[in-house]
């Protein structure tokens, strides 16, 4: 091959490697506007998203603030209820036993004796009062 042949074959074949280059080079840039566009597009919405996530973990976080003062509130109100039940058994115990004592004191009283003497001072009080009727 001859020196002419040899530099038309590299000329043919450089001018392949320009085209080739450029058609790259044309798609790099298409890829790269592509990807520009949408970032362009995609972006604002995905911030937005981004926002209104934050904004419904920040109403979560207040709601579950919320729910954890509701639980510590009827923790306590259940606390109040079982010490109440605890000062309810406590009172019905110690009236039970005030009762008791009454009970025995009553079944103490000997109430024929009683009847007795009320008859008897009624028989002594009777002639007392016939005398200070007359005056």
């Excluded at 890829?31 to 972006?43: D, E, F, G, P, S």
């Excluded at 259940?78 to 009236?95: A, L, Q, R, V, Y």
């Amino acid at each position: 091959m001859s020196d002419n042949a040899l530099m038309e074959e590299l000329v043919k074949n450089s001018r392949k490697q320009l085209f080739y280059a450029r058609i790259r080079t044309l798609a790099s840039v298409v890829t790269a506007a592509a990807l520009i566009i949408c970032l362009a597009v995609i972006l604002p919405e995905a911030l937005r998203m981004v926002s209104q996530a934050n904004e419904v973990m920040a109403k979560a976080s207040e709601t579950i603030s919320l729910a954890d003062t509701a639980i510590a509130s009827i923790t306590a109100m259940s606390d109040s209820i079982t010490e109440m039940g605890d000062n309810m058994d406590t009172f019905i115990t110690e009236n039970a036993e005030t009762v008791a004592a009454v009970m025995e004191k009553i079944e103490a009283v000997d109430f024929e004796g009683l009847n007795s003497a009320i008859k008897n001072l009624g028989d002594v009080v009777a002639p007392l009062a016939k005398f200070f009727n007359l005056f």
